[in-house]
């Protein structure tokens, strides 16, 4: 497959705005490219510009995965308020992808931009971004990047064609204008959707009460905890258990905040809490909670899993630990946040449940800021070792019990429940796959195990890596 084709910003790029605007000067912009003799057509010529136009979109839909690819790659990188949440950026891709489809069938069956309603993920993605308070102006500028990088590659797709350099022209400009309109067009659509959804989103959150949890966890004000603590109906002086609870998006039926209040409802009672837990929504199939105690329970953590597993239809869940006050108030949300961070990047399947007390989950959440990353660290610590096959699975997971008990091989067979001499072999084929001793840089293949462990083939090679 072949790799998009990058034309220079300062010079084809801005060529092919003036095209798109259809400026005076972009006639002479693009011959600067093609040469004198794009603007010059021979007597009698003809060119069947719609068939070149279709062709051309033809071809680009046959990579529609490596062109969509390439235009969310660019926006995540330049734009950070679409990397703010896992879900959040898969939803991107699938915008970005039904976009560029319904462009290029517009431009191969030369359908009117103004009869084109904004693809259905590309609407959902501008309502989850008014619900997570990411600023209308980064979806607009998303929307003016995708089209600058959209035209990149058209430009390497024409470059690439056999056809003469007038016709090429034409070509181009007539791909610029459709994709011009279609951005203008399409990028009004979904501002408006963003606009209704914030304004009801607003209207929706208790608007006092949510605003006022917010400032707590988001900590860049001073709180009045008394004061805080009545306008919000929830004790900020005693101890409190966050919570992070989600449904996955495909199984979306509209009452999942419905459903996130009941449990966590029915979570408080299960669970002794002093007071009313804390509720608040986060989008429209994500919810945050707080789990009130007068004084510290020793098993608060274990009751909340307890509870969860033994629901028939339990959300995905992430704890934090407990803590008192409002420090404690917003680290045990940080905590719960950092935990579901690294269930959905691991891609758990069926309801989760996950506590950052977890043995290895702290050290894991800091590798996951960026999984990519991680993936290549965890590589060349543990080379063939971090093969994504069943082998290697259990190669891994005897090693990291090996080391956690201490390099004992008595310890780790019984943990393991296996044979001392199983152990032994296993952790030799394990040196063996990673190519040199562990004793060299023991707490990165220990790190690089707990990878492994919480992020599963997310950071894992797999056999065409």
Request: proline share 4%; with cysteine; net charge negative.
């Amino acid at each position: 497959m072949r790799a998009p084709s990058r034309v220079n910003e300062h010079a084809g790029g801005s060529c092919l705005l003036e095209t798109i605007h259809r400026i005076n000067t972009g006639t002479a912009c693009i011959s600067k490219i093609y040469g004198d003799e794009v603007t010059k057509r021979g007597p009698g010529e003809s060119v069947d510009i719609g068939a070149f136009v279709a062709e051309t979109a033809e071809q680009m839909h046959k990579r529609l995965a490596e062109v969509s690819s390439f235009i969310r790659s660019s926006l995540e990188e330049n734009i950070p308020e679409l990397r703010a949440d896992p879900r959040l950026v898969e939803l991107l891709d699938a915008s970005v992808e039904a976009n560029v489809e319904t462009l290029l069938h517009a431009l191969r069956y030369d359908i009117a931009v103004q009869r084109i309603e904004a693809p259905m993920a590309a609407v959902e993605y501008a309502r989850r971004l008014a619900q997570h308070d990411v600023p209308v102006n980064a979806l607009v500028r998303a929307y003016r990047l995708g089209q600058g990088r959209m035209n990149e590659l058209v430009m390497g797709e024409l470059r690439a064609a056999d056809m003469t350099p007038t016709a090429r022209f034409d070509v181009l400009e007539a791909i610029g204008g459709t994709l011009f309109e279609y951005i203008d067009w399409i990028s009004q659509q979904v501002v408006a959707v963003y606009e209704d959804e914030r304004e009801r989103w607003l209207e929706n959150q208790n608007s006092v009460r949510a605003l006022r949890v917010r400032e707590v966890v988001a900590g860049k004000k001073t709180v009045d905890v008394d004061a805080t603590s009545e306008s919000i109906r929830y004790p900020l002086r005693w101890h409190h258990l966050a919570v992070v609870m989600w449904y996955p998006d495909e199984d979306a039926a509209g009452d999942e905040l419905a459903r996130l209040r009941r449990f966590l409802r029915e979570l408080g009672q299960g669970t002794e809490v002093g007071s009313n837990p804390l509720f608040a929504a986060a989008d429209q199939t994500t919810a945050w909670g707080w789990l009130p105690y007068r004084s510290a329970p020793a098993n608060a953590v274990d009751s909340v899993r307890q509870f969860a597993g033994k629901r028939t239809d339990p959300p995905s869940v992430a704890i934090g630990t407990l803590a008192p006050g409002v420090d404690g108030f917003r680290r045990s949300y940080r905590e719960a946040q950092a935990a579901r961070a690294v269930a959905v990047a691991g891609g758990a399947d069926g309801a989760t449940v996950i506590a950052a007390s977890d043995p290895g989950l702290a050290a894991a959440a800091l590798l996951g800021g960026d999984i990519g990353a991680a993936r290549v660290w965890v590589a060349d610590v543990l080379a063939e070792l971090s093969m994504d096959t069943e082998g290697d699975a259990r190669l891994r997971e005897t090693l990291r019990v090996f080391l956690r008990c201490g390099s004992s091989y008595k310890q780790a067979a019984e943990e393991l429940d296996l044979h001392f001499n199983t152990v032994k072999y296993r952790i030799g084929r394990a040196v063996a796959r990673r190519g040199r001793p562990i004793d060299e840089d023991r707490l990165d293949v220990e790190l690089a195990l707990l990878a492994c462990q919480w992020y599963g083939t997310a950071v894992l090679q797999s056999d065409g890596a």
